[in-house]
């Protein structure tokens, strides 16, 4: 009886921006100002990923960004949701043609729900995360919950760009010493 | 069983509810004074209701067993203050409990964390002697260790110890990680310490660590009415004070040093008990 109170009443986010021109981690920060007030919905904003239930994310993804969203997404605990704020994050916004942008967030991560808007309201944002919360009671209970998609059928992202030619030849003495993979999580059943 | 045991039972069975509304009604306050609505009272719950739901995710099964060993103390230590226990022990016990709850930050190799854990060292180094001086106290008014003797005293211990009473404040907003001595962990101190302490707890454990902070809030505003402790009413008012003004002093401080908090508590706050105790003694 008790459990349908904890995911729905107390979504704790963390925000990761992704290559936002910051306009919406502004609205975001309004979000916690006194006038739209988070806390209201229970809502913290952490600055720990193991810590949170729902990423927001700001700004579209990148070659070099999109390893690091991958990481902090895994490193959030079952249940999560992913919020897509602006439409830079949605689609990849005015950004979606650099020849360097993948576009929206979905590339990587999936995402939960879009909110829209250059910058997003704070408003809007408020219910995205509201919305999130009620996907992630829904998750818990093992309903099926639909994820929305912003990746039309013909787009393709942009290919990621080819290495720098090999200016100095390789000295065949010392191999490139083997970079450990970072060590995974160690999960309890 | 015994009166006292089912009193001793009740407490632990009472003091996570009793603390939880008193943390709860601590945000809806504290966002009243900064003009915000707040979240409703139960936030406390419904929070901890949350973090048992979520996948349980580790570093090392050391941080695990002392979250355990944090909330199982401090539940002890619960029970020995409503059973009148020997209140030396229950000093020990609950230095341990903190003790925990340090080594479990320590057993990761986050430096946030272990920023956190060295500074919950120097706030427990701070705040100690003046539980030792409230304790020895208690023994110079009443001549036993025994917080029994607290509850059968005819005299409330409020007037035989006033200074030790305000030195005690200063202990529990230390306990309470409340303003000026939010040091170890705080949700506003994400940019020097993310989240201290408890840093590199998650899911489960840290709804361990959340209930053994509702257990302590009930502990240590039940400690602040024992100082009058021939009335209910008037230990329950005293309770309450104590609530308000560390409530205030929240609002009204910024976070500062934990050098200074050490000067401060070692020599203003530990001046104020000793003088108590030496007046007490040549009475």
Known sequence: ?189 | MSTRMTLGLAAVVLAPIVGGLIRGLDRVLTARLQGRQGPPLLQPFFDIIKLFQKEPVVVNRTQVFYAYLHLALIALATFMLATGGDALMLLFILAFSTLALVIGAMSVRSPFSRIGAQREIVMMVAYEPILILMVIGFYLANGSFRLQSVYEASRPMLLSLPLVFIAYLSVVMIKFQKSPFDLATSHHAHQEIVKGVTLEFAGPYLGMIELAHCYEAAFFLGLAGLFWATNAWMAALLAAGVFAVTLLLDNLCARLTTHWMFRFMWTVVFGLALTNIIWLYWR
């Open chain 1, 1 to 189: 009886m008790l459990r349908q109170f904890g995911l729905k009443k107390s979504p704790w986010v963390v925000h990761f921006n992704c290559n936002s021109c910051n306009g919406c981690d502004i609205e975001l920060l309004a979000c916690l100002s006194p006038l739209y007030d988070l806390e209201r919905f229970g809502i913290i904003h952490v600055g720990n990923p193991k810590h949170a239930d729902v990423l927001l994310v700001t700004g579209s993804v990148n070659h070099r960004n999109a390893r690091v969203l991958k990481n902090v997404y895994d490193q959030m605990p079952e249940p999560k949701a992913v919020v897509a704020v602006g439409v830079c994050a949605s689609t990849g916004g005015i950004f979606r043609e650099c020849y360097n942008v993948l576009g929206g967030i979905e590339e990587v991560v999936p995402v939960d729900v879009f909110v829209p808007g250059c910058p997003a309201r704070p408003e809007a944002v408020i219910d995205g995360i509201v919305k999130a919360a009620e996907k992630l009671d829904l998750r818990r209970r093992g309903q099926p919950v639909s994820r929305p998609s912003l990746v039309p059928e013909t787009h393709e992202p942009s290919p990621k760009p080819a290495a720098p030619p090999e200016t100095v030849p390789a000295t065949p003495a010392s191999p490139a010493a083997p970079v450990a993979a970072p060590a995974e999580l160690a999960k309890t059943p």
